[in-house]
DNA sequence: TTCATTGATTAGGTATACCTAACTGTAATA
DNA sequence: TATTACAGTTAGGTATACCTAATCAATGAA
């Protein structure tokens, strides 16, 4: 309820990723996340725990709940908005989160109503992700990474854990997007790759890859 | 080309309306218009004539060919951003200019142009105002205000200066908006109100108003 | 001419959010 | 046990952009 900064938002928005990841969320790993010194993490960390946003114990750093929710609000913005530079104005999917990540901060939620509402209340980002609701409820669906089918494994792929254009580009030139099914057709020992079979190709995927996309 | 701040696109987009209103760009003017204290200003002006954005001398403030080009992009981001919020969002004439003033800034190029293609490229704002094409051509309709006009003069409007939600409000109850043709049926002496007839029906304008909303 | 008004600037200070360099404290290893 | 590694913080400093209070300079009115 107090005034908002950009950054704060970004920080909150950070944390609740790594968090959902599972991933450590320790000053330096957000200082490695939000490309940023740790002292100045340390401090703006410090800063947000007096605000009364989150807590930093030595387990890391945990968001209260009015933290989570600023941060479900922004994620909430953030992925309207990627909805409607695909939806609307024909971006690819590789081509919207930079450009989210700065309208997340200025959009009202008058115009996050209207996107919203103009778009038939998504569900999801285009990558996938839940689009929290007005009330900062967010219905996660039970995923595993690809890379952990067995050979002749099946699954209908959800999100794509990724932010980096080339791999989106890469990923969408394969037809790996959310809603495809894929076929594990062989795992290569050793942490080789995955042969997977996608709408009647067949393409050979990394490891690393594979663990982050997603499937149901 | 340099790094150029939101803040310094809020004062170059000032001083060019300012200018273009004829109003007398100052920096106590800019102050006023910025909603800033007169030595804030004062010392902004300095830096972004260091930068050769403008010169600053007894005549006032007015900006270099660079300054310009900034500050028209700006606002062409800021007037697309209107019609994106009315044609596609379906915001009120009224509702829009806070929002876009966050949005000019988040906006990339790329962006910019999606917008544009996406609303066919208008050529105004919903206020009637031009919006600047991407190379900075900005076609100015040779208008005069309502308020000139003698009884029985006639008119369309072609724009409205104007930002204050209530006032846009109210002109749009009246059917005071771009492309209307309006009738001054009377004028009232002594700085009195304007009597015109918009689309069959008659009303009463003060001068104040009137004067805002130029018309061809 | 003197005074008041207005415009602009100087001086000094604040908040935000970032930085590097140096130090601390803990935990895993040689 | 001593060592190295790493996380985290402290100390000290920067840039941006804002503020109030006080000063200066020109202009028009008493």
Known sequence: MEADTPRTE??????YKLQQEHRPVTTSSLAEHLKLSAPS?????????????????EKGVCLTEEGKSIAKKVIRRHRLSERLLTDILG???????????????AISPEMEDRIA???GNPKTCPHGHPIPDKDGVLVK????PLSELKASGKGVIVNVFEEDPNMLKY????????GVCV??????????????CVSGSRYAL???????IKVK
Chains 1, 2 share one sequence.
């Open 141 to 144: 669906e039970k995923v595993r």
């Open 10 to 15: 970004e920080y909150l928005e950070s944390i």
């Open 171 to 178: 990923l969408a030139s394969l037809g790996l997007i959310p």
């Open 117 to 119: 509402e103009s778009l």
């Open 183 to 196: 076929r594990v057709e062989e795992v290569a020992p050793f942490g080789g790759p995955l042969i997977v």
């Open 206 to 212: 990394g490891r690393e890859v594979a663990s982050k």
């Open 91 to 105: 971006f690819k999917w590789d081509e919207v989160h930079e450009e989210a990540c700065r309208l997340e901060h």
């Open 41 to 57: 993490v340390s401090e703006m960390v410090k800063k947000l725990e007096g605000k009364g946003l989150l807590s930093h114990t």
